[in-house]
């Protein structure tokens, strides 16, 4: 007989602190509702604090617990205090959601070294620098964790369109989930990865407003909602997926080449 139910899944997140990064708009705003929504309190961070502040009145008439926190992924200060004064509001964090993202629009020759350094910050350097912190406090206090990057199919193929650091940095988002994921797993921190295609997003609604609507070309010809991605996101984080580490799952609704 097996020591686990059958079926051996839940998405009950209670006890957990989950600390979500760029919760102001998009993907980020999403995964912090819907971890919520199961039962763990949620560390809203991002720069626009009148927008953290939005999200928290509403996570909290729905009965959810969080605090907002304004974080800016540039500034390494910010990024070990973020995880302290959550500690000190909500407990440990054991779920840790890597989302803020930069796109670059620019050819890779035409770049500032401003916008590199600001793109190389938010897209990588700060996330692993944060994915640090955490493991740390985790490790200091025996506790298992989950960790999910979130990269971008970008990362794995570039179309040539003035996006080459994005794809860069999001490619280094994805080795870094396959590294961390090794360095960690004798201490139980799983980190895994979601790689999205084209979902609606304050940055995809720049991109079409600058290349016109390239979902006609997708073989389904439509840009994905955010809420499609709830089930991989709780499948990572769920205390059921003990055994998941390094994994990488693109989510792209066939929109990518193969």
Not at 23 to 44: D, M, N, Q, W
Not at 143 to 164: D, E, K, Q, T, W
Request: charged residues 20%; proline residues 4%; negative net charge.
């Amino acid at each position: 007989m097996s020591e686990f139910p059958t079926p051996n899944f839940s998405t009950d997140l209670s006890g957990q602190v989950a600390l979500v990064t760029g919760t102001t708009s998009g993907l980020g705003r999403r995964f912090a509702i819907t971890l919520a929504r199961c039962g763990a309190k949620v560390a809203l961070t991002g720069r626009r604090v009148e927008r953290l502040e939005e999200l928290e009145a509403e996570i909290t008439a729905d009965g959810g617990e969080c605090v907002s926190i304004r974080l800016d992924m540039t500034d390494t200060d910010n990024l070990i205090s973020v995880v302290e004064d959550a500690e000190k509001a909500l407990g440990t964090v054991t779920i840790l959601v890597n989302n803020a993202g930069i796109p670059d629009a620019q050819r890779a020759h035409k770049m500032s070294i401003e916008l590199i350094d600001a793109v190389f910050d938010t897209n990588l350097r700060g996330p692993y620098i944060l994915s640090c912190e955490v493991a740390r406090r985790l490790i200091a206090a025996e506790l298992p964790g989950r960790m999910v990057n979130i990269s971008s199919v970008g990362g794995f193929h570039y179309a040539g369109n003035g996006a080459a650091l994005y794809s860069i940095t999001k490619s280094g988002i994805a080795r870094m989930t396959e590294c961390l994921a090794v360095e960690w797993a004798r201490f139980n921190i799983n980190v895994n990865c979601i790689a999205p295609g084209a979902f609606k997003s304050e940055m995809m609604d720049g991109m079409l407003e600058r290349m016109g609507d390239f979902s006609q070309t997708f073989p389904r010809k439509r840009i994905c909602d955010p809420a499609q991605m709830d089930s991989t996101l709780l499948y990572f984080v769920s205390p059921s997926s003990e055994c998941v580490t390094g994994t990488i799952v693109k989510i792209d609704d066939g929109q990518g080449p193969r």
